[in-house]
């Protein structure tokens, strides 16, 4: 009895001794990932401290037309209800440089896409020089020098050609304000280039995806120092534009085909492409473009930095997540304050700090000091006069500017309202004179 009594006791101590090592285990290992979390959290916010984040592409002005009809006299600005971005999210996001997009709906191609732009363009304007956290810039310089300030620097794109309405003169006006890039199509094919959506039917084409006015309108962004965005493009015009640029591109928000097969995204051939051009491409966060469903997380976004990076290296790559663009956001992502999760998560995958230099700023820098360089070498050649052959953009709201041709019946037509007055004023006198005389 008493052996046995001590024999339990032995077992008992035993299993409570490997059960305590478990324990051990298992808060060690706890701690050592913790640890792991904790460090690479650190390190992502002193990267960022040191690189603060420029985003390049961001939809907020269309969230503030769609809830707020623009309205910012009756806005906080830190603090925006019913979108993903405001001063204080950007900052806690360790944003330094955002690139505002003013986007116009399809639907206004042909109609007022032109006034809609401008409305957007205006309320980004006000936005970036009414907030004192705030600095609208139209040069690369303009990003660098900010690298220290405490403001947030502002470039405005415009998203979609069809918002110049086949005019380069347009095109021209739209720089004058401050616009530094512009994708060339949106959901809809313009009449001079073509969108990877066949959402809608307007200028439908079985070939050239970029026409000869296509060509002009990227040679005048050349000539200006507009960055040319693809994103939105179909393949065939991004591999035609590429062709055809003088200066680097950008796909200022879309990711990488090969890990979620969604048209908007790239593919591996023209990644290659854009390496050769010394371009960029942002990365999309919006979970149907990364995971192509509605549920996503850090981890596969962070899968679409490893893909491109394995087959173009990390300085073709920046950062355009979307936000306010869409609906449905990955976990962890969901608006600008959560940047640093996404470069943690790239740190404990290998990333170097000169990798995520780059990535978070430094290659969208050296990208529009090149696009700047460009125009420099253009500054001898003339505003582009070229204009879209009538039959291309035809649509029932264009107008002929010319003198309206008189013909004879038309030149007789305009005389015969006077017949009767003149009649007239011939049988007065004579009718006068039979009267008194
Ligand atoms: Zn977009």
Redesign the pocket.
């Known amino acids: 009895m008493g052996n046995w009594a001590s024999a339990q006791g032995h077992q008992d101590f035993r299993e409570a001794s490997i059960s305590g090592q478990w324990i051990q285990w298992f808060i060690f290992i706890l701690f050592t990932l913790l640890h792991g979390v904790i460090s690479e959290t650190i390190r992502a916010l002193d990267i960022m401290a040191k690189y603060p984040l420029i985003d390049g592409?961001n939809?907020l002005a269309l969230q503030l037309r769609i809830h707020h009809h623009n309205k910012l006299s009756l806005l906080d600005s830190h603090n925006i209800p019913l979108v993903a971005t405001d001063i204080s999210r950007l900052k806690a996001g360790r944003v330094g440089g955002q690139v505002f997009?003013a986007?116009v709906l399809c639907t206004a191609q042909d109609k007022d896409a032109v006034r809609l732009a401008l409305e957007q363009i205006d309320v980004i304007r006000r936005l970036c020089t009414e907030n004192p956290g705030l600095e609208l810039v139209t040069t690369a310089e303009g990003f660098n020098n900010s690298k220290n300030s405490t403001k947030i620097t502002c470039l405005i794109s415009v998203?979609g050609g069809h918002t110049i309405d086949s005019s380069l003169p347009a095109l021209r006006m739209f720089y004058q304000l401050g616009v530094r890039s512009m994708?060339l199509t949106?959901t809809c094919n313009t009449p001079w280039a073509e969108s990877s959506s066949k959402i809608y039917q307007h200028y439908q084409r079985k070939s050239n995806s970029l026409t000869e006015f296509g060509k002009a309108v990227v040679s005048e962004m050349n000539r200006l120092g507009m960055l040319v965005d693809l994103?939105?493009s179909s393949w065939e015009t991004a591999r035609a534009v590429l062709k055809h640029s003088a200066a680097p591109i950008i796909f200022s928000?879309s990711s990488a085909y090969a890990v979620c097969n969604n048209t908007r995204n790239v593919p591996d051939d023209l990644l290659l492409r854009l390496k050769e051009n010394g371009g960029l491409i942002m990365v999309n966060f919006y979970s149907d473009f990364v995971a192509c469903s509605n549920k996503a997380n850090v981890s596969v976004v962070a899968d679409h930095f490893d893909h491109i990076k394995r087959v173009v290296g990390a300085e073709s790559i920046g950062i355009g997540a979307?936000f306010d663009?869409a609906h449905g956001f990955p976990q962890g992502l969901e608006d600008v304050s959560k940047y640093p999760a996404l470069i943690s998560e790239l740190i404990s995958r290998g990333w170097t700090e000169k990798e995520l230099a780059g990535v978070l700023r430094l290659n969208f820098i050296r990208v529009f000091r090149k696009v700047e360089k460009v125009r420099d070498g253009m500054l001898k050649t003339s505003p582009s006069e070229v204009e879209i052959p009538f039959l291309e953009a035809n649509n029932s709201c264009r107008v002929i500017l010319t003198r309206p041709v008189r013909t004879e019946s038309s030149h007789q037509n305009h005389k015969s309202p006077l017949l009767p007055v003149r009649a007239l004023a011939w049988f007065i006198p004579i009718f006068v004179q039979l009267i008194y005389y």
Do not use: I, V
Request: overall charge negative.
């Open positions: 592409h939809d997009a986007y998203e994708a949106h994103s939105h928000h979307d663009g």
